[in-house]
T-cell receptor, first 112, second 115 residues
Framework: AQSVTQLGSHVSVSEGALVLLRCNYS??????LFWYVQYPNQGLQLLLK??????LVKGINGFEAEFKKSETSFHLTKPSAHMSDAAEYFC??????????FGTGTSLTVIP | GAVVSQHPSRVICKSGTSVKIECRSL??????MFWYRQFPKQSLMLMAT?????????EQGVEKDKFLINHASLTLSTLTVTSAHPEDSSFYIC???????????FGPGTRLTVT
């Protein structure tokens, strides 16, 4: 069975500050891990994905995430927050690419 | 590439009527399509998985007679909400998977409001 836990349903950061969104996963097989962003009333946009290649994954808009097997984590970071980063972020895990398990989401607020 | 569209983006219907939502993969053939439901401020819940030319597989607790899914071609899947009730009001999102990349491509979603 697979699951994802996102710690912190709401995160607030100042503009220009580091963004850190936490994701821990549970998987009985080597996982594929994803981060998606969702703006209000829109679908999900893929930020980045881990598919067993490099453990440090770089995505779009300056985001990156590091796969840490020992910690079963896949935290999302960005060195400097922009106002446009304010959105809902979802972490997801999959084994085969069919069944995706989503976390409960983290709402990011960027304070000017 | 890998664009998924949904139509309509928003729909309001009266209680008791049926509503059809279309999901199309515009530039690739989707071997599998997925339907999700998202309540306000909550995560996505997988409703069903559909493969072209075969019956959809519904998740536990999802009424297959109420949420009819048809995957008639490799680029089109439809979700029909039959005899809609206010509690069916939600944001419905589809996604599509193609052979090769281990990824799902998501549509922009459909906001359904049942009055």
């Amino acid at each position: 069975a697979q699951s994802v836990t996102q710690l912190g349903s709401h995160v607030s950061v100042s503009e220009g500050a580091l963004v850190l969104l936490r994701c821990n996963y549970s998987s009985s097989v080597p996982p594929y891990l994803f981060w998606y962003v969702q703006y209000p009333n829109q679908g999900l946009q893929l930020l980045l994905k881990y598919t067993s290649a490099a453990t440090l994954v770089k995505g779009i808009n300056g985001f990156e995430a590091e796969f840490k097997k020992s910690e079963t984590s896949f935290h999302l970071t960005k060195p400097s927050a922009h106002m446009s980063d304010a959105a809902e972020y979802f972490c997801a895990v999959s084994d085969t690419g069919n069944q995706f398990y989503f976390g409960t989401g983290t709402s990011l607020t960027v304070i000017p | 590439g890998a664009v998924v569209s949904q139509h309509p983006s928003r729909v309001i219907c009266k209680s008791g009527t049926s509503v059809k939502i279309e999901c199309r993969s515009l530039d690739f053939q989707a071997t599998t399509m997925f339907w999700y439901r998202q309540f306000p401020k909550q995560s996505l819940m997988l409703m069903a998985t559909s493969n072209e030319g075969s019956k959809a597989t519904y998740e536990q607790g999802v009424e297959k007679d109420k949420f009819l899914i048809n995957h008639a071609s490799l680029t089109l899947s439809t979700l029909t909400v039959t005899s809609a009730h206010p509690e069916d009001s939600s944001f419905y999102i589809c996604s599509a998977r193609r052979q090769g990349p281990h990824e799902q491509y998501f549509g922009p979603g459909t906001r359904l409001t049942v009055t």
